[in-house]
């Protein structure tokens, strides 16, 4: 079974304050995403990366950054948040010979900032 | 980039009844095509997902079809019954990019 685990699971941040969500895969998947699901825009991608040590910039990538250290591996980063980055995150990974193939979801975090 | 509008954002329907929702993408060379299911609070549940140039995928209680010339992927739930009242969420997968791109979603409600 596909695993995707993200952490934390819910959190509460301050307006200006460093933000860091977490993502770990045991799928051995090449491709890792980081989506944001707002109500009424469904989900956005933000980062995404193919490979180790390399990220590229999705639909929506101001004030967020990325780091893919380890294939297993992939953080979203708010250097400084903002009141309109509440929103729900979902990281994803999916693999692939060379391309990918079925996305597979974690279970989400919701991020307030206030 | 891949553009994918997915209709109608919200469906009520009763018990029984079907319920369509329909995608339109841009990208010809999109290649893999998914649907999603997301209950309130929770994350994405694979639905079906599809390959081949025009296609049917049966489920359990809905159908799946692809039609490339179009550019349309579809979702029929057959005899909905409450338990499929979710947001359902279509995906594009597009050669070049390799960024799966999502519609908006649909919220359904099944009636009794």
């Known amino acids: 079974e596909a695993a995707v685990t993200q952490s934390p699971r819910s959190k509460v941040a301050v307006t200006g304050g460093k933000v860091t969500l977490s993502c770990h895969q045991t799928n051995n998947h090449d491709y890792m995403y980081w989506y944001r699901q707002d109500t009424g825009h469904g989900l956005r991608l933000i980062h995404y990366?193919?490979?180790?040590?390399?990220?590229e910039k999705g639909d929506i990538p101001d004030g967020y950054k990325a780091s893919r250290p380890s294939q297993e591996n992939f953080s979203l980063i708010l250097e400084l948040a903002s009141l309109s980055q509440t929103a729900v995150y979902f990281c994803?990974?999916?693999?692939?010979?060379?391309?990918?193939?079925?996305?597979?979801f974690g279970k989400g975090t919701r991020l307030t900032v206030v | 980039g891949e553009q994918v509008e997915q209709r109608p954002p919200h469906l009520s329907v009763r018990e029984g009844d079907s319920a369509f929702i329909t995608c339109t993408y841009t990208?010809?060379?999109?290649?893999?095509f998914f649907w999603y299911k997301q209950e309130p609070g929770a994350s994405l549940q694979l639905l079906m997902k599809v390959f081949s140039s025009t296609e049917i995928n049966e489920g359990q209680g809905f159908t799946v079809l692809l039609n490339k010339k179009d550019k349309r992927l579809s979702l029929n739930l057959t005899a909905a019954h409450p338990g499929d009242s979710a947001a359902y969420f279509c995906a594009v997968i597009s050669g070049g990019n390799y960024k799966p791109t999502f519609g908006k979603g649909t919220s359904l409600v099944v009636h009794p």
């Open positions: 990208d010809p060379n999109s290649y893999y």
């Open positions: 994803a990974s999916s693999g692939g010979q060379g391309a990918p193939t079925e996305v597979f």
């Open positions: 990366s193919y490979v180790a040590d390399s990220t």
